[in-house]
């Protein structure tokens, strides 16, 4: 069974940072590329950062400069460090595999507060 856990999240001030972490499980993890998705309340799921196997990498504008994605593929792990973070940002966050299948996590809170 696969699955995407998320941790990591939580409230914090704006300009303050948090750390999400994701780490599948029943995938091989270096054949999948990871992403991080973002749902705000009445608003569509959007993608905010991106890593292939190589480590090529790809953001949302509205996070650029701020947010950085990585990966620990002995680890199993993917990552989301978010710095400067604003209310904006307070949103769902959902880790996403993406191969020959695509699976999903359950989604982690992040809220900012102004």
């Known amino acids: 069974q696969v699955q995407l856990v998320e941790s990591g999240g939580g409230l914090v001030q704006a300009g303050g940072s948090l750390r999400l972490s994701c780490a599948p499980s029943g995938i091989i993890f270096n054949t999948y590329t990871m992403g991080w998705y973002r749902q705000a309340p009445g608003k569509q799921r959007e993608l905010v950062a991106r890593?292939?196997?190589?480590?090529?990498?790809n953001y949302a504008d509205s996070v650029r400069g701020r947010f950085t994605i990585s990966r620990d593929n002995g680890k199993n792990t993917v990552y989301l460090q978010m710095n400067n973070l604003k209310p904006e940002d307070t949103a769902v966050y959902y880790c996403n595999a993406w191969g020959a299948y695509v699976y999903w996590g359950q989604g982690a809170q992040v809220t900012v507060s102004s």
């Open positions: 890593i292939t196997v190589g480590g090529t990498t």
